[in-house]
């Protein structure tokens, strides 16, 4: 279903690639939403955005059923979708597409400096300089040099990090649903699950949320692993089991954690939160300008596509062709 | 009585790079006149890549201008009031001052990182250690960077060498890393630059009055600081160790030093 100009509804404003946004201003009506709560919006979405063809933004399942006719496509600007309720919007024939790419880089570089953080215990570091007392009492950390890394997800990012970790002498083992090949995995050794657990001096995981991986890092998953495991999560929260973590962490089984993502954000484990030797971000993945204004321009450019019948970029995979919808 | 060499051995080994001595006392026939002749060695190459690590860890928090998110994630206020977006590395130019061994190994990490690199150093490299980074002059060098990480020791010819001067000469937004000495830079002229924007933020592991920070560091949100913990692990520290007993082990057997300071290789062993 075209119009001539297609109304696509931008649940936030596009903040950094604007250029990009008043290119398609011109080719498509642009609105950000103006509802200020739910229930305004869906008041809203049988009379003033009961046209709308695209919408750049997020979504469950009960908003996915309020949405127009007219709806076909959800352009997400975020890798993770985890958010959206998928099998809802292919029930309603609305095309849901992502933003894989932008994120790799800078969520692997984040990985790698809480890779760093953690193993070299710097945490504690950075507070004793700042209470005043320069690195009194401060312990020894680890390099990473000839210690082995486990990626869990070999995916874009997981890629992406084995070649980052390379220069800092860390050799790389991985686990993946399928096996790589060799020239993916950049000579990186496939090995199982199990296997990553209880060779891997630092555990990183890139895998994405869903029904397989929530919980996939509890307390059996923990006691496999060798003594001073350094772990790493800039995935999504609930792949590991927060408290476990926290538990082990206490207990030194695990030497350290370098965490981006929480179970319940932006809420955090008390436990976690009073150990000095968990190294925590909130959530900054993909906080660079460079990159938001990337995954704006691809999840707009997806939306335009969607709005004038061409193919889109980056739907998401269960989705792809061969999927129904 | 005649005596031979004495060779004293003091008593505390100092494990920093440029501290570790042996004291030959000469005791000449007639009189006790004794003249020091001190060499020192120092362990470089085991301290190369603990700093280089560092040295990267503080460059992806400032260009992240983590401190913020940091603390307010730790006083349970999630991102705090005002959230500031990072930078990426990828395509930024990583400059290097001084490319020695230290240098070299920053260099290494930043390429895989999507940087480009470029050094000045008081000679060019062969293309060998150069791996493909570009040699620039010194004022290039601060002209053109992106980020600026300092890896050059202290001399007298280096003592302030980032200064006010150089900070006007920078590109705005500019990153400085420091974890090679405090007394490089002009700290109160870098506190400047901080609060003007010149500088978008700084990673610093060393300051010029150590363990003193200077408050305008401690005071801005846009800079990450470690306590000189460049070579703090149990490995490095381990093989910085050895290196120190394999020179004094050196010292007694034959007379001589593994790794004697540059400075006094050139001189011909004055025994």
Same mark, same amino acid.
């Given at each position: 279903m075209r119009h001539p100009r297609p109304q696509i509804l931008f649940f936030n404003p596009v903040r950094h690639a604007l250029r990009k946004y008043q290119e398609l201003a011109s080719v498509a009506q642009v609105e950000v939403i103006s509802s200020t709560n739910r229930l305004e919006f869906f008041k809203d979405l049988e009379k003033k955005y009961k046209d709308i063809t695209a919408i750049y933004s997020k979504f469950d399942a009960e908003l996915i059923q309020k949405l127009p006719a007219s709806l076909k496509f959800i352009c997400h600007n975020g890798a993770g979708y985890d958010a959206i309720d998928i099998q809802a919007c292919t029930a309603r024939g609305i095309t849901v597409t992502n933003a894989p790419d932008p994120v790799t880089n800078a969520t692997a570089d984040l990985t790698l400096f809480l890779l760093l953080g953690a193993i070299r215990q710097l945490n504690p570091s950075l507070g004793s300089l700042r209470k005043g007392a320069f690195k009194t009492g401060v312990d020894f950390g680890h390099d990473p040099q000839g210690k082995i890394l486990g990626i869990i997800g070999m995916g874009r990012i997981g890629r992406a990090v084995k070649r980052r970790a390379e220069p800092f002498g860390l050799k790389t083992i991985y686990h993946n649903r399928n096996q790589l090949t060799e020239a993916e995995a950049a000579g990186a050794p496939y090995v199982s699950f199990h296997e990553l657990l209880t060779k891997s001096d630092i555990i990183s995981l890139h895998v994405p949320l869903n029904s397989q991986t929530r919980y996939m890092i509890g307390a059996d998953e923990i006691a496999k692993m060798k003594d001073s495991v350094v772990i790493v999560n800039t995935a999504r929260g609930a792949i590991i089991d927060e408290a476990a973590m926290a538990a082990a962490l206490d207990s030194g089984k695990i030497a350290s954690v370098g965490l981006d993502v929480y179970e319940n954000e932006p809420e955090i484990n008390k436990t976690l939160m009073g150990n000095e030797r968990a190294l925590l971000i909130p959530h900054l993945g993909t906080h660079t300008t460079e990159t938001l204004a990337a995954m704006e321009s691809l999840a707009m450019e997806n939306a335009r596509r969607g709005c004038f019948g061409e193919s889109l970029l980056t739907v998401v995979t269960e989705q792809q062709e061969g999927k129904s919808l | 009585m005649e005596l031979d060499m004495i060779t004293l051995m003091l008593k505390h080994v100092l494990l920093e790079v440029k501290l570790q001595s042996r004291a030959l006392l000469y005791c000449p026939r007639r009189s006790l006149t004794l003249r020091l002749d001190i060499q020192v060695s120092h362990t470089p190459v085991a301290v190369n890549s603990a700093t280089a690590d560092i040295?990267?860890?503080?460059?992806?928090?400032?260009?992240? /201008?983590?401190?913020?998110?940091?603390?307010? %994630?730790?006083?349970?206020?999630?991102?705090?009031? +005002? *959230?500031? &977006?990072?930078?990426?590395?990828?395509?930024?130019?990583?400059?290097?001052?001084?490319?020695?061994?230290?240098?070299?190994?920053?260099?290494? /990490?930043?390429?895989?990182?999507?940087?480009? %690199?470029?050094?000045?150093?008081?000679?060019?490299? +062969? *293309?060998? &250690?150069?791996?493909?980074?570009?040699?620039?002059?010194?004022?290039?060098?601060?002209?053109?960077?992106?980020?600026?990480?300092?890896?050059?020791?202290?001399?007298?010819?280096?003592?302030? %060498?980032i200064g006010k001067k150089e900070f006007e000469l920078m590109k705005t937004g500019v990153i400085i890393i420091n974890t090679a000495r405090g007394k490089l830079i002009d700290e109160a002229a870098l506190v400047e630059a901080l609060n003007s924007g010149k500088v978008f933020s700084a990673g610093l592991d060393v300051y010029e009055e150590e363990p003193e920070v200077h408050t305008g560091l401690l005071q801005n949100p846009n800079v990450v600081l470690l306590p000189h913990v460049g070579t703090s692990t149990v490995e490095t520290q381990r093989n910085m160790e050895l290196l120190v007993l394999d020179n004094l082990a050196n010292a007694l057997k034959n007379g001589q030093l593994v790794t004697q300071v540059p400075e006094q290789k050139t001189q011909a062993s004055k025994l």
């Open positions: - | 040295a990267i860890f503080l460059m992806l928090g400032a260009l992240r /201008r983590i401190h913020i998110p940091y603390t307010a %994630i730790r006083a349970s206020r999630w991102r705090g009031p +005002s *959230p500031q &977006l990072g930078h990426d590395p990828q395509d930024k130019v990583l400059g290097i001052l001084g490319m020695g061994g230290i240098g070299r190994d920053v260099a290494a /990490r930043g390429k895989a990182f999507g940087m480009k %690199i470029q050094y000045y150093n008081r000679s060019p490299l +062969s *293309p060998e &250690l150069e791996q493909g980074a570009k040699y620039v002059s010194f004022e290039e060098l601060i002209r053109t960077s992106d980020v600026l990480s300092l890896n050059c020791s202290l001399t007298k010819a280096t003592i302030g %060498i």
